[in-house]
């Protein structure tokens, strides 16, 4: 049986990062500037996206 998980990670993650709904520590983030914000967003979503990808690749048996 194949976790579904990561499948819904993956399909749910683009919608919720659409809406801006996303979670990311807003005590410190609403205090920045714009431009220190999409840091934190590129780096939370590189961060915390590779993860679920290795998650894919283990689940589909994929090598590359």
Same mark, same amino acid.
């Given at each position: =049986?194949?976790?579904?998980?990561? /499948?819904?990670? =993956?399909? &749910?993650?683009? /919608? ?9 520590? $807003?005590?410190? /983030? #609403?205090?920045?500037?714009?431009? *220190?914000?999409?840091?934190? $967003?590129? *780096?939370?979503?590189?961060? *915390?996206? =590779?993860?679920?990808? &290795?998650?894919?690749? #283990?689940?589909? #048996?994929?090598?590359?």
């Amino acid at each position: =049986m194949v976790p579904c998980l990561p /499948y819904t990670v =993956m399909i &749910g993650a683009p /919608y919720v990062l659409n809406l801006n709904e996303h979670v990311r520590v $807003d005590l410190i /983030y #609403g205090k920045l500037r714009n431009r *220190f914000q999409v840091f934190i $967003d590129i *780096f939370g979503i590189l961060f *915390f996206l =590779m993860p679920v990808i &290795g998650l894919l690749r #283990g689940c589909l #048996g994929l090598s590359f």
